[in-house]
């Protein structure tokens, strides 16, 4: 399997798994403004996807 077709996949479980808990959090910190909230964790799940990719996916499947 390809590497980046491995972000990917981590990318939607990401997506699936912690987009409402912190939406509902980002929400309550802003007074309900959801277009912020939404930028909030998408910007958390970019930084989440990189660190993943360097230190994780990187070491057990090498680039070919």
Do not use: C, W
């Amino acid at each position: 399997m390809n590497i980046y077709t491995l972000d990917i996949i981590v990318t939607i479980l990401l997506l699936l798994i912690i987009n409402d808990p912190l939406l509902r959090f980002f929400q309550s910190l802003l007074f309900g403004s959801f277009i912020a909230s939404e930028i909030f964790v998408g910007i958390i799940i970019i930084i989440l996807m990189v660190l993943i990719h360097k230190f994780i996916l990187r070491r057990f499947f090498p680039k070919k």
